[in-house]
């Protein structure tokens, strides 16, 4: 390990740009956009119109609050939270949710592996699992073998592909008047569809892979950072750190939240205008635009679908990555080279071929896609209560503690995604 500066925090903030600023918490936000979230967002757009825009609206703060308490948590003790409940809890709770979690992440990775490949050969032609392996080769060996700060880079600036969604939004015609109501004011049906795209909105934007990766990136930037180290032992930076940590954080969940919606407003304001009300991939989404919104749009969607399929899928992986081997004791991180975490580059490889044999089976994408959403919400409830409790033991985080209101909003999160999953239950039994 590199030997660490002990300048003193404000020498370190004081040469920090607006884009060091940002790293874990963009990154994360981008990533929930992904080409699963995209199909999601674009069906609801287009069987509901602008009736769910205000889902946004109240899940971004929630989605901000969660996030924020999991990366509190990495940034305070310097593990990830599958380091922190193996550290101080039973490996009963631990082993379930880690290898739910891996199940889900994989079939997730699968399917986003897929719309990327059926968007190219919406674009170019040629055979769409062809693309799929290069894709997934691509994202993969860029994670394992590029240097830790570059990739981070890399990852930063990919996020500008989610922009794509801003410009097919603004090169359509909008009621912005209808967007506003739809946005402001909450619409409610007690239809079993609407309580279904209700739930897979939620479920879409509070994604366990999510806290996971961010809580284990606060953990990877204080080992690879000079003069960085985790709160506990260095409480003299933390009011520079949470400082940044937030900004990232917020803005992050802010920019995703902000993508979703205007997905569902492009969706909304196009097939749905048309009658087209029934989307069950992001491709078919993409599909669809072409004869309504013109080439231009159809270009500038599917093209989006690849850019944020080149964001995601390295999370997926390296999310599971980080959560197996922190379960299991190993050496884990992408600042790491190869040779010094081989298990913990294994995991990724093998995730991402798992999620490219996925493409090349009779498995159904959309219900695979419905199982990884049951997963995840059988997985979010307990994690998400595991780390409310982790975050005010002082064992654990020692002074830093949640502020209160911090735990309230981690609280009404947990309780939102309860309510979540009971109603997934009972629209499946139903």
Known sequence: MRPRSLLPVPARRHRRGFLALLGPGLITGASDDDPSGIATYSQVGAQFGFGLCWVLLFSAPLMAAIQEISARIGLVTGRGIAGNIRAHYSPWLLRPIVALLLVANIINLGADLGAMGAALRLLLGGPARFYVVVFAALSALLEIFLRYERYVAILKWTTLALFAYVATALAVHVPWGQVARGTLVPYASPSRDYVV??????????????????????????????????????PEQASAEI????????????????????????????????????????AQAAEALRPIAGPLTFFVFAAGIIGTGLLAVPVLAGSAAYAFGEALGWRVGLGRLPRQAKAFYGTIAVATLFGIAINFTHIDPIKALFWSAVINGVVAVPLMVTIMIMAMQSKIMRRFTLPRPLWAMGWLSTLAMTLTVAALVWTSLG
């Open 197 to 234: 795209a209700l739930i897979a909105v939620l479920g879409t934007t509070i994604s366990p892979y999510c806290f996971f990766w961010q809580a284990s990136q606060e953990a990877e930037d204080e080992r690879v950072k000079p003069g960085a180290r985790p709160l506990a032992a260095a």
């Open 243 to 282: 400082h940044r940590l937030r900004f990232d954080t917020y803005l992050g969940m802010g920019f995703s939240n902000l993508i979703s919606w205007f997905i569902i407003v492009t969706t909304a304001a196009t097939l749905n205008a048309h009658g087209i009300t029934d989307i069950k991939t992001s």
